[in-house]
């Protein structure tokens, strides 16, 4: 079983609508939770972290967190154009520096 | 500025040849990271470090070494025993602070090429 597992897409969605992506995590002592996104050719850039179980708002993003179920997940909401990039998932150990990503998933939204 | 500087930005193997990717940070970071990303494949961790002269293996840590032996630099060798070193290598740092969620400063990355 892969520690950080995401589907990798690609997530298709219309210019305006909400994109859901989710991310699930093997180890249940991992205590921080973060979304980066990236540009073919470019490095991660964050856009979200969370630790604490629910929800976590940033503008149109919002982080969800169910640490049961060992699920954190990313909504965007009125989605753009512009968001069309790769979402990585990556989730922190807890008591070590040790970060871990999925393989992301591939988000496009069409105008 | 603080950053994170990656060089050289391309870099060609020969086989059976050794090449070190170079990671300097200025950010005062405790904790510095690599990572190998193959084409539509997220990021794999090869080595991390949580403070100078202290390094661990990550998951695909075979073919590679590491050194820390200062605070600003982590760089990365990539041995002949690496059989497929094509992809492009990511170096990051973070602040180290135990059990606390921080976000990782990447550099701008290094695409290496068998020739």
């Known amino acids: 079983q892969k520690e950080v597992e995401q589907n990798s897409g690609p997530l298709s969605v219309p210019e305006g609508a909400i994109a859901s992506l989710n991310c699930t995590y093997s180890d249940r002592g991992s205590q921080s939770f973060f979304w980066y996104r990236q540009y073919s050719g470019k490095s991660p850039e964050l856009i979200m972290f969370?630790?604490?179980?629910g929800d976590k708002e940033d503008g149109r993003f919002t982080a969800q967190l169910n640490k049961a179920s060992q699920y954190v997940s990313l909504l965007i909401r009125d989605s753009q154009p512009s968001d069309s990039a790769t979402y990585l998932c990556a989730v922190k150990s807890g008591g070590y520096q040790k970060v871990t990503f999925g393989i992301g998933t591939k988000l496009q939204v069409i105008p | 500025d603080g950053g994170i500087t990656q060089s050289p930005k391309y870099l060609f193997r020969k086989e059976g040849q050794n090449v070190t990717l170079s990671c300097e940070q200025n950010l005062n970071h405790d904790a510095m990271y690599w990572y190998r990303q193959d084409p539509g494949q997220g990021l794999r961790l090869i080595y991390y470090s949580q403070i100078v002269n202290d390094f661990q293996k990550g998951d695909i840590a075979e073919g590679y070494s590491v050194s820390r032996e200062k605070k600003e630099s982590f760089p990365l060798t990539v041995t002949s025993a690496q059989k497929n070193p094509t992809a492009f290598y990511l170096c990051?740092?973070?602040?180290?602070?135990?059990?606390?969620?921080?976000?990782?400063?990447f550099g701008s990355g290094t695409q290496l090429s068998v020739l």
């Open positions: 990051a740092s973070s602040i180290g602070r135990q059990g606390v969620g921080e976000k990782l400063f």
């Open positions: 969370i630790y604490s179980n």
